[in-house]
């Protein structure tokens, strides 16, 4: 199981740092760290950049934004380590920030650094090495969604993180901020996300309530135990935590959670959820009503909703690619899965429901 535990590589070309003011701040900051420092990169992500900082027998991760990013609230390190210094006092699963830097002459942009939780991240890379049986991708499609309910329970006020977003009027702003994000980075004619566009701003539902949301929460930004692939012992990636409708959260789950018969391409981003015993969408929205007490009317607002917000993610990714801001070739053929995003749109607005959408 070992050989499952995420590991880091070699740093990609143009996204070195520098090592040497690197190990000076952090001797200032953290005088307990004086051993030399090697740096490695984790690779899989597709937003911030995520590095591996070896000091001796002690391991941190920093985080920093991409280069050439100009997407300023997706990309805040100042917030995100507001978010996890926050989260430590009421919800156990998240790593522990250590320091914030907002000094862009160390490595060229603000960075933070937190302890390294060392565990399993589930990644399509890794599951030939893994047993992932039927019984136990059930049992963590289970835990996961069971999981999300409990992050909509956690009193942010607690936390100090009451001031984070304005749930008012959250959806609608919402709509309206990535229609923008999307029309800002297009770089293609898109039928399918213009209907989708269309019709999101017309079926706007009432408001489900404030809660505290991840925003970007899929299997890949879980750490799993390594004795025990059900359990999940934190949950990565919180730059796009914000408080608002914890619905709009769960539809952007819903929105990663692709199924087997679903488009290829976004099997090869996401494709760990279409394994056998994995619940489908469907089986998520009834599991998330059970454990959370919240009733869902008709989810498909929500779905739409994830489909869209995914695909102008993915969208400002391939627009930097295509600009040159990142020579990343994962990110070359990014366009059809925005293009997929968009038929997955038009086939639940067909059908009028969430699940099995390339039958029947």
């Known amino acids: ?56 027998e002690q391991e941190l991760v920093l985080r920093r934004p991409p280069f050439g990013a100009n997407i300023k609230s997706a990309h805040d390190m100042g917030r995100e380590y507001k978010v996890l210094a926050g989260l430590t006092q009421v919800y156990p699963k998240v790593p522990h ?11 060229g942009a603000p960075f933070y650094v937190m302890e390294r939780v060392k565990g399993v991240i589930l990644r399509a890379q890794s599951a030939p090495k893994l047993a992932l049986t039927p019984d136990l991708m059930q ?7 069971d999981n999300l309910a409990a992050i909509h329970a956690v009193d942010y006020t607690a936390a100090g993180l009451a001031d984070l977003g304005k749930p ?20 293609d004619e898109i039928p399918t996300i213009e209907q989708a566009i269309t019709w999101l701003t017309t079926h706007l539902p009432a408001e489900a309530g404030a ?44 929105g990663y959670w692709i199924e087997p018969n679903d488009p290829h391409a976004l099997a090869s981003m996401f494709g760990l959820t279409t394994l056998p015993g994995n619940l489908d969408r469907g089986q998520l929205v ?53 293009r997929d995003y968009g038929q997955m749109a038009t086939l639940a607005l067909e059908k009028g429901r969430i699940y099995q959408l390339t039958k029947g």
């Open 286 to 338: 009834e599991r998330y009503m059970a454990t959370s007490g919240r009733t869902i009317a008709d989810p498909l607002f929500y779905y739409v909703y994830g489909l869209f917000k995914i695909a102008v993610i993915i969208q400002q990714i391939y627009a930097r690619y295509r600009q040159g801001h990142t020579h990343d070739e994962r990110f070359a053929n990014l366009i059809q899965v925005v």
């Open 1 to 56: 199981m070992n050989k499952a535990i995420d590991s880091a590589t070699t740093i990609r070309p143009g996204e070195e740092l520098n090592t040497e003011h690197l190990r000076a701040y952090l001797a200032a900051h953290l005088p307990e760290l004086r051993d030399s420092l090697v740096i490695e990169q984790f690779p899989r992500g597709f937003s911030n950049l995520t590095y591996l900082l070896r000091l001796g």
């Open 211 to 254: 809660a505290l949301i991840h925003n970007d929460y899929k299997y890949d930004n879980f750490v799993l135990d390594p004795d025990d692939l059900t359990r999940i012992i934190a949950v990565l990636d919180w730059e796009m935590c914000t408080i608002g409708d914890p619905l709009l959260d769960l539809g952007t789950t819903l």
């Open 139 to 145: 049992k963590l499609s289970t835990a996961a969604i």
């Open 168 to 187: 008012q009027g959250y959806g609608r702003r919402q709509i309206e901020g990535w229609t923008r994000r999307y029309h800002n980075a297009q770089t």
């Open 97 to 107: 920030p250590l320091l914030y830097c907002t000094d862009e002459s160390i490595i």
